[in-house]
């Protein structure tokens, strides 16, 4: 016998499962969100920047000490003291045998930079080349003044005899004036009348200032040199010594 369905049961059973289908779909569980993108932290660049300066003004500040040029005597107002000496011969030396005071007893003065340092003469020199004085700064031997004195003079041969006069008994004059850029030479006379011969000697290396003058029966040479990069850095000083040179006349 054949089974006989319902239309009502029919529809009642595809309306279930239609709401089954229905509602399964609606209950399925929601995808999660995707992951969000992961941003790295950016570093702050001001401290780079700082950094940056700070080892530029470094690396400016080494330049500036490392290209400094040294002190020199030119970049203090140079102080001196007055040197008195006394052309005394040989046998006289230290003041045996004459007067021990020399500024009683001077026969020149000059003007001598405090801190340079005085060489002791000794009778050979004074006995052979008539060197009676000498000075030099010790941050450098080679910068020095120092003085010569012959007997027997009473005037002033001409110019250019005397500077090669000079020359005969000074190897390293002689050098210098052979191996000159320039020499000049001129006539002054100080307040008192007294005439001096003024050289200037510029050399391949070195730079010379020489006063030459006779008194007293005496010609007197002063010479100031120096290497030409120290004489171009402390030429006002060294000229000052130069032209501090004069005779004390009895």
């Given at each position: ?38 941003h ?39 102080t001196?003291?007055l ?47 008539g ?50 850029e ?17 050289y ?17 029966n ?33």
């Open positions: 016998m054949a089974a006989i369905f319902s239309p009502s049961a029919l529809l009642s059973s595809t309306s279930t499962s239609a709401t089954a289908t229905a509602t399964a779909t609606t209950s399925k569980s929601p995808l999660p969100p995707p992951p969000s993108k992961t790295l932290p950016i570093p702050p660049t001001k401290p780079l920047l700082t950094n940056l300066t700070t080892t530029l003004a470094a690396t400016v500040l080494a330049t500036t000490i490392l290209t400094t040029t040294p002190p020199s005597l030119a970049d203090f107002p140079a001196y003291h040197y008195y000496g006394t052309a005394a011969s040989a046998a006289n030396y230290g003041g045996y045998g004459g007067n021990s005071d020399k500024k009683a007893s001077a026969e020149y003065i000059y003007d001598v930079p405090d801190g340079w340092k005085e060489k002791l003469v000794s009778k050979v020199q004074k006995g052979t080349n060197t009676d004085s000498e000075f030099f700064n010790p941050k450098k031997k080679t910068e020095k003044v120092y003085l010569t004195f012959l007997d027997g003079f009473r005037k002033l041969a001409p110019k250019d005899l005397v500077l090669n006069n000079l020359a005969l008994s000074d190897v390293d004059l002689q050098d210098l004036i052979s191996t000159a320039n020499v000049s030479s001129e006539e002054r006379k100080d307040d008192k009348g007294q005439l001096y011969y003024v200037e000697i510029d050399g391949v290396g070195a730079h010379s200032l020489i006063s030459v003058t006779c008194a007293n005496k010609l007197y040479a002063h010479f100031v040199k120096a290497p030409t990069p120290d004489w171009n850095r402390d030429q006002e000083t060294l000229r000052h010594i130069h032209e501090s040179f004069k005779t004390v006349v009895g």
